[in-house]
């Protein structure tokens, strides 16, 4: 079900928590506040779910929107996902030519999901 997640971040020299709320159609409710690193490396360690889902963020500006796309590696390491914030749902945005398949209300795709079935490309069976 689409409830609340509460999400501990790594990224190089800074750490964040982050909330989510629970979707209303597209759309999530997000808070994220910076937290320490000594103490984000605790929380993974402690209490966040195995196995923890690696990934490198990258920043790509297209037309008037900015794009976060995601390179997943462990178990997930051949998936990619791009995600756009939008101001609205309604909000007409132009689409990248890179662009793939729209996910976004599959829940395989999530997080939490990626954690405990992996999309990655098995050299043993995909085709």
């Not at 360690?45 to 990258?58: A, G, N, V």
Request: charged content about 30%; some cysteine; hydrophobic content about 35%.
């Amino acid at each position: 079900g689409h409830g609340v997640t509460v999400r501990i971040r790594r990224a190089g020299p800074q750490a964040y928590v982050t909330i989510k709320g629970k979707a209303v159609g597209p759309a999530r409710p997000e808070y994220e506040y910076q937290i320490p690193v000594a103490e984000a490396e605790e929380l993974l360690q402690t209490m966040c779910r195995r196995p923890l889902i690696e990934k490198t963020r990258h920043e790509i500006q297209h037309a008037e929107h900015l794009w976060h796309v995601d390179e997943f590696g462990g178990r997930n390491t051949g998936l990619v996902l791009a995600e756009v914030e939008l101001s609205n749902p309604e909000e007409e945005f132009e689409r990248p030519p890179w662009l793939g398949v729209e996910v976004t209300l599959d829940e395989r795709y999530r997080n939490s999901a990626l954690a405990e079935v992996p999309m990655g490309r098995d050299p043993a069976t995909s085709r």
